[in-house]
């Protein structure tokens, strides 16, 4: 054998060890531990951590709202906010790690075995990892059942989110949106923009008229001073 051939056979082995630890993660997180399985001490550090991590995030995006409206305003406001999303991300990223860690042992965190919050808790984390292309989020969306794990509202959500930000493609409730200069809401693209409130109503979302509004308003109070 000659050098080629052994470098490309150990590139091979390495590759296919890869593909190994992969798979065995995966199964790990498509079989989670069933209730009965765990203690109430590993239950109660779940949720904790989760909590504490949730209240983290949500403090953060609030002060990030306010420095985004301030973003063109001046030097100073620009120079904030590029060093307000630098902490954010790194945040985002911790945040990410220590989810990854509970679902790669326990699966996707359900209502049934840590409680509505921790679920709650951990759909909220998911939703901000954008740091990734959406690796993490396609990951916990493949592990979501709606109806049976988490909420069809909360699936829903992700999905959209997922379509709009990492896949460029039309979305199917109209959850996501942007906020425009003059305080309005901008839906981004929807597809079949007639069946919307048919789909919506379909899975426990209020039409999508009443939504608007409700969008509408938080992001005039994202603008005012």
Known sequence: M????????????????????????????????????????????????????????TQTRKEFSKVLSKRNKSDEGREKFRTFYVKMRKQDISHHQKLNSFVEQYGWIDPKRFGNQASQDAWLITQHMVHDEGKFQKRMLSLMKPG??????????????????????????????????????????????????????AIGFERFVEYEARMDFKCASRFED
């Open 2 to 57: 000659n050098q080629y051939d052994f470098r490309m056979r150990n590139i091979l082995v390495f590759i296919s060890a890869l593909l190994i630890v992969s798979a065995c993660n995966t199964e790990k997180m498509n079989s989670p531990i069933k209730a009965e399985s765990l203690t109430e001490s590993e239950i109660l550090n779940i949720q904790n951590s989760l909590r504490s991590l949730a209240l983290a995030d």
């Open 148 to 201: 049976e794990n988490i909420s069809a509202t909360k699936y829903a959500l992700l999905s959209d989110r997922i379509k709009i930000i990492f896949d460029k493609k039309p979305q199917k409730y109209g959850t996501q949106g942007k906020c425009q200069s003059d305080g309005d809401w901008q839906v981004e693209p929807v597809e079949n923009f007639e069946l919307i409130d048919q789909r919506r109503l």
